[in-house]
C-alpha cells in the first residue's frame, strides 16, 4: 500500500479523497491555487502545494506543476478526483514517467476510450448497444449524409467532449453547417480538439449508468445503476438508484454488456458506463467515464463499498474486496446543490457563503468544502455540496431528501436548493416517469424556475 498520495483535485471531492486517505492510514497532499489558499482541502491534509494563481490553466491544469508537486513531497501516487486532470492521458503518461501510480487506467485505455467514437467503436466490438450515428468523428458532409438517412432530429457530440461543452442540437437539416461550426468552435476552445460526431436523438429518453470497478487480476464488479435524467444543459442535478426505469432483465442486460466492454479492453479503476433509455426501455450506450463520478455516493449507500478505497487499493495491486454483481439495497438519491440562480438560467453566482448547516439524522451524508465564510471562487465548477439519503425504499427515501433539504442552510448566494425540492415533490418526479427533458417541460409548474 502506497504511504503517501498527491490529490490532484481541489472542493468536496479533493475533501473526500483525503478522508479516504487518512482512513487508509495513507498521507494526503494537497495541491491549490491562490484563489484556494484558505480551502478545505488545504487545512485537511497533511501538507499542501500552491500550484498557481487561480486560472485553472495555469494551476490545477497544469501538468508539470502538478507532477513536480507529488515528487518535491516524496508522493508515490496521484489521485486525480473528477474533472481536471482526471481522464487526460498525458497527465496520466506523465506521472508513470515520473513513477508516479496515476489512480486510474492506463495512459493507453484513457487515450481509447477518451475517444468518445473510438470508445464506441470499441464497445461495438464487445457486443454493447449504441445510438445510430457515425461510426467516429466526421466531417460536416460525411454528418449531413448521416442525418439525412437516420432523420432528424440528431446531436453532435465532441470526441473529446464531456460535461456538455461542443454538443448541439439540430432538429432540421437547414441548420446542420450553422450547428456544426458553432459545437466544433466550442470544443476546441474546451479540448483542443474541435472534431464532431453524430448521434441520433433518443427522445424521450432516460440518462442511465452503470458503476463498474476492475482490478489487474481481472476480477470486474459491477455495482448497479443511477438514474442521472434530472438534468439541465446535459449536466446532472438528481442522481438515484436503483433506477425507476429498469427491470432486472434490462439491468442484467446492460451489466453484462459492460462486464464484457471492461475484459475487451483492459479497464482497470473505477469507471462508468453511461446508456440512453428508449422509449420502450431499449438502452444504446453513449459513453465511457473514465474515472470516479460525482454521483459515486448513491451507488456507495446502495452497496456499502467504498469506491474512492477500492480505487487506491487497486491502483496498489491489491485484488477487489467485491466481485461480479455486488449487493445492493434499499434506496439512495442525490441531489447536487451549486452557486447557481434557477431563475436566471442558471447564472453562476460565486460569492461568500455567510452560512452552512448541513441536514444531519438518519440515513443523510453530506459531501462538501463549504463551512461558514467559505467563498466560492468565480474560476470552478459551483458545485458547494452533494446531500445523498439512503432509505429502505424510494417512498422513504424521497421523503428523507425532502426533509433533509428543507434542514440545509445555505445563505449568503443563491442556490439550486429551492429547485431541488420542487423537482422532488413534483407528481412527475415521484411518480418515476421522468425523461431527460423532465426541466424543460416542467418549466411553468416549478416555482424556482420562474420566480425572481
Known sequence: MFSRVL?????????????????????????????DSEAMHVRLADRAVCIGPPAAGESYLRIPSVVAAAETTGCEAVHPGYGFLAENPAFA?????????????????????????TAKEELRAAGVPLVPGTAGAAPLEEIRRVADA???????????????????????????????????AEADAAFGDGSLYLEKVVAPARHVEIQVLCDRHGNVATLGERECSIQRRHQKLVEESPSPAL???????MEASVERACRAVGYEGAGTFEFLLGLEGEPYFIEVNCRLQVEHPVTELLTGVDIVREQVRIAA???????????????AIEVRINAEDPSRGFAPAPGLVARFRPPLGPGVRVDTAVEDGSSIPPFYDSLIAKVIVWDDDRPAALARAVRALDELVVEGIPTTRELALDVLRSDGFRSGAYSTGYLDEMEDHLPSLSSG
Not at 432523420?151 to 456544426?180: C, H, I, N, Q, W
Not at 495491486?317 to 434506496?331: N, S, T
Open 7 to 35: 490529490v490532484a483535485n481541489r472542493g468536496e471531492i479533493a475533501v473526500r479523497v483525503i478522508r479516504a486517505l487518512h482512513e487508509l492510514d495513507i498521507e494526503a497532499v494537497a495541491v491549490y491555487s491562490t484563489a
Open 93 to 117: 503518461r506523465a506521472c508513470a514517467d515520473n513513477d508516479l501510480f496515476f489512480i486510474g487506467p492506463s495512459p493507453e485505455v484513457l487515450e481509447r476510450l477518451g475517444d468518445k467514437a
Open 150 to 184: 437516420i432523420g432528424f432530429p440528431v446531436m453532435l457530440k465532441a470526441t473529446a467532449g464531456g460535461g456538455g461543452k461542443g454538443m448541439r442540437l439540430v432538429d432540421f437539416s437547414e441548420g446542420l453547417a450553422e450547428a456544426f461550426a458553432a459545437a466544433s
Open 247 to 253: 427491470g432486472p432483465e434490462t439491468r442484467e442486460a
Open 317 to 331: 495491486g491489491e485484488p477487489l474486496g467485491v466481485a461480479d454483481r455486488a449487493p445492493r439495497k434499499g434506496h
